[in-house]
């Protein structure tokens, strides 16, 4: 059974960081492009940055180029989200996606709040 469980989501303030973790189970880790996504309130879920599983080469959203790290510890199983400099239009639900031989799976996702 797959399973993502995101955490490390809390209230921070403008400026401040955090650091989103993504515990994986259920199928082979290391084969999976990974991603994390946001969704804000009443808005669409985004794409903020993605990792894929051969060379470890990453994408990132322009919003966050520069700010965010998307990282992968194979051995761990666990992916992670470094996030710098938050800003308020940050604040969001953050999930944690995996991608493997057409399928998808998500997280149940963690709060991110960035405010003073």
């Known amino acids: 059974q797959v399973q993502l469980m995101e955490s490390g989501g809390g209230l921070v303030q403008p400026g401040g960081s955090l650091r989103l973790s993504c515990a994986a189970s259920g199928f082979t880790f290391s084969r999976s492009a990974m991603s994390w996504y946001r969704q804000a309130p009443e808005k669409e879920r985004e794409l903020v940055a993605r990792i894929f599983s051969v060379g470890g080469s990453t994408n990132y959203a322009d919003s966050v180029k520069g700010r965010f790290t998307i990282s992968r510890d194979n051995g761990k199983k666990t992916l992670y989200l470094q996030m710098n400099s938050l800003k308020p239009e940050d604040t969001a639900v953050y999930y944690c996606?995996?991608?493997?031989?057409?399928?998808?799976?998500w997280g149940k996702g963690t709060l991110v709040t960035v405010s003073s």
């Open positions: 996606r995996a991608f493997l031989s057409g399928i998808e799976y």
